[in-house]
């Protein structure tokens, strides 16, 4: 959009200025500090000869060109211009166009405009060439980097094309292309070959990758990107993005690998090929409706444990598909869901765990007030009907089980005078079209009918306000409570656990008596009068009455149970138990860059802690610190041991100039083994920067060493084998 100037001409007007002027027919000879403006452009010079009848423009010496449409600017020791077509020629050229600022966190990004020079060069209207010179973005005259290339073909805000260029880095040739497409538009689209990368692995050899992006029209884009690993094979990639409506998008990712296989010492290969699946999608439906999915298919754990560049992903062995379309309308909801779950045991072929519902129909309400005359009384329910099957190397269900679930529950509230009284009861009733029969699945049904009364007692907080807190938060007021908590929960109903078939969370329920009680402190400061938690610290057990749960507990085998799966993730039950483990939860954030998190289960049955997580971070303008501290000490039976350590600590950001360092690790203490590092050193100028980064993997089947390089432009992009996805920041 071309920006109003005070005093600029009329359309159609031309305005000549100049220290002198003489006209002889229909030629000026302008002379000194000359002008000439019109509502487009604007030429000066030290002097110009212009004729009224062609609009034709000889200028000479300090030529300068600025077009107010858009915003490029030219300087030149001559040039020859037509102001009617908007045509000409400069020589001895140098210019600049405004850059196209993509303020995304980690983008690198200069406010350098883009820089040209050139023998010389033809402006076509809205379309400039230049010939034999450069571009770059860096400050002159010695810029970092820069394309020197034969001919430019720029159209501003809309490409460029350099034809038989090299990209220098200090004067140094990298690259030579025959031609390079570089997109001007604010939101660019177009189809082109993606810039080439090698790279090299200690256990894929050499690699060297190229791809196409292919912007199929409006509403479809895809890219194919391919990698050839001279130890293993060829590599593909798949991504294929849409927008078939204005409320509805999706994308389809497929990642696969032609492997040759993994050379061992003996000169026999082991194959760990395979394919990565993935799809999302959502979509605004009619009547209130809304659709949601995603889909993951993982050909096999040990395809993902070979070629996967995220350690996370790696150790996590599940892959997890779900769609579902659902309306919720005043307090009711309705949700048809499709799921599946597939849980990978090893990386043995066939070792898997896959758990389907196609599909599940659930009928929900939240709490609802039915009355308020004497006692408030709010009702709620949950149903769902389901088709649910399961397969796992020792059994598997038939392909569709029906089973149908519903829970009506009633809840009032009593209160007297700072206490508060909760009951409630409810019914549930589930039907199961299988069950298990002496270790095997027969078509044999069953009906669970369970009863649950709950009683929850929340008692008036203590409190106490200081009016002058420490330094280090802030002088101002701090505010103590104490909040105590307690509870009864009576659940029966479940008589033989042993039966059901684990599908998911409702299959946990077990008979149960106990009580829970709980403590909970927190620490309010009030700076600058905005009021914050700063401390919190949670402690609460439980006592079972019924120590073996109605006889659901297998002794010496790992039991999981609702009742456990409330309080902890970490199993506990492999015997009759009084009390659950006293579970902790710490949090301390004095200030908005630091804070620290510690998780801990005390088992008394076991006098020790059995599980502990320890979080920390601190955060400044440059500097970035955070660990994580994991440990398992319960019965191996139960969950596996486990002691682990990671670190990830850096200085800088990806986006400041100068030096930026980073490393990442997760460190096993009991096999006294480093899981993964990545080290990484990146170096910004004003306008492009270089990333070099060493990773290690060591777990599992993989022990592997790389290196990965990346070369950032300003405001154009990265060259390289490291993804921005993989950075440490």
């Not at 007007?13 to 002008?35: A, F, M, N, P, T």
């Not at 000869?49 to 300087?75: C, K, L, M, P």
């Not at 939240?366 to 190397?393: C, E, G, K, M, N």
């Not at 701090?478 to 479940?494: M, T, Y």
Request: overall charge positive.
């Amino acid at each position: 959009m071309q920006v109003p100037r005070i005093n600029e001409p009329e359309p159609g007007y031309i305005y000549l200025r100049s220290v002198g002027q003489k006209r002889d027919g229909s030629w000026y000879y302008l002379r000194g500090s000359v002008q000439i403006e019109t509502t487009e452009m604007l030429l000066r010079a030290d002097e110009i000869d212009y004729n009224e009848e062609t609009h034709f423009a000889e200028a000479r010496g300090n030529v300068s060109f600025n077009s107010f449409t858009r915003g490029e600017t030219i300087q030149a020791d001559r040039a020859e211009y037509f102001l009617n077509t908007e045509m000409g020629k400069f020589y001895g050229v140098r210019g600049s166009a405004p850059p196209k600022l993509d303020l995304r966190p980690g983008i690198l990004t200069t406010a350098n405009p883009f820089v040209f020079q050139g023998k010389w060069a033809e402006r076509l209207k809205d379309r400039y060439i230049l010939y034999d010179g450069f571009v770059t973005d860096c400050r002159l005259p010695k810029p970092w980097w820069k394309i020197v290339g034969s001919k430019f073909d720029i159209i501003p805000g809309d490409r460029a094309i350099a034809y038989r260029s090299q990209f220098r880095v200090m004067k140094v040739p990298i690259f030579y292309f025959p031609a390079v497409y570089k997109s001007l538009e604010k939101e660019p689209r177009k189809s082109g070959f993606l810039t080439p990368s090698i790279g090299t692995s200690s256990r894929r050899g050499k690699m060297v990758a190229g791809g196409y992006y292919w912007a199929i029209n409006r509403s479809y884009d895809a890219t194919y990107r391919s990698q050839y690993f001279t130890q293993r094979g060829l590599a593909h990639h798949i991504d294929f993005r849409g927008k078939p409506l204005q409320k509805a998008d999706f994308n389809f990712n497929l990642y696969g690998v032609n492997d040759r296989g993994f050379k061992q010492e003996d000169g026999t290969r082991i194959k760990q090929g395979g394919y990565l699946a993935g799809f999302q999608g959502k979509a605004e439906l009619p009547w209130g409706f809304q659709g949601r999915g995603e889909v993951n298919y993982l050909s096999s754990f040990l395809f993902r444990q070979a070629f996967t560049e995220s350690f996370n992903e790696a150790v996590f062995s599940e892959t997890h598909s779900r769609g579902y379309v659902s309306r919720h309308w005043s307090s009711y909801g309705l949700n048809i869901v499709f799921d599946r779950l597939q849980n990978f045991q090893t990386v043995e072929p066939g070792d898997h765990i896959v758990i389907r519902k196609l599909p599940s129909i659930e009928f929900a309400s939240r709490d609802r007030l039915l009355s308020d005359r004497i006692l408030p009384i709010w009702v709620s329910f949950d149903s769902s009907a389901s088709l649910v099957r399961r397969t796992q190397p020792l059994f598997q269900t038939r392909q569709f089980v029906d089973r149908f679930d519903a829970q009506p529950h009633v809840m009032t509230a009593l209160r007297w005078k700072d206490f508060t009284l909760l009951p409630g009861f409810s019914l549930r009733e589930t039907k199961y079209g299988s069950t298990r029969c002496e270790g095997t699945i027969c078509g044999d049904g069953m009906l669970r009918s369970t009863r649950e009364f709950n009683l929850d007692l929340i008692a008036p907080s203590f409190a106490r306000v200081f009016r002058k807190a420490p330094k280090w938060l802030g002088g101002g007021e701090v505010k103590h409570l104490i909040e105590p908590r307690a509870g009864f929960r009576w659940l029966s109903g479940v008589e033989d656990f042993s039966r059901l078939v684990r599908f998911d969370e409702t299959e946990l329920l077990s008979n149960t008596k106990e009580i829970d009680y709980s403590i909970t402190q927190r620490i309010y400061a009030k700076r600058g009068g905005v009021v914050s938690e700063i401390f919190s610290w949670q402690v609460w057990q439980k006592k079972y009455l019924d120590p073996t749960l109605g006889g659901a507990i297998v002794p010496g085998e790992r039991n999981i149970f609702a009742t456990q799966l409330e309080m902890t993730g970490y199993a506990f039950f492999s015997g009759a138990r009084k009390f659950s483990p006293v579970v902790s939860s710490f949090q301390f954030n004095p200030v908005s860059n630091f804070g620290v998190e510690w998780r801990s289960d005390y088992d008394p049955t076991r006098h020790r802690p059995t599980n502990s997580t320890l979080l920390g971070q601190y955060r400044t303008e440059k500097y970035f610190v955070s660990a994580g501290h994991n440990h398992v000490r319960s019965l191996a039976t139960i969950s596996p041991p486990s002691n682990q350590l990671l670190a990830i600590a850096g200085y800088g950001r990806a986006d400041q100039r100068g030096f930026s360092l980073g490393f990442q690790s997760v460190y096993d203490f009991r096999i006294r083994v480093m899981q993964f590092a990545t080290t990484q050193v990146t170096w910004n100028s004003d306008c492009c920067g270089l990333s070099f980064q060493y990773r290690r993997f060591s777990f599992g089947t993989r022990n592997e060493n790389q290196w990965r390089v990346a070369f950032a432009v300003a405001n154009i992009g990265s060259f390289g084998t490291l993804k921005r996805q993989e950075r440490i920041y």
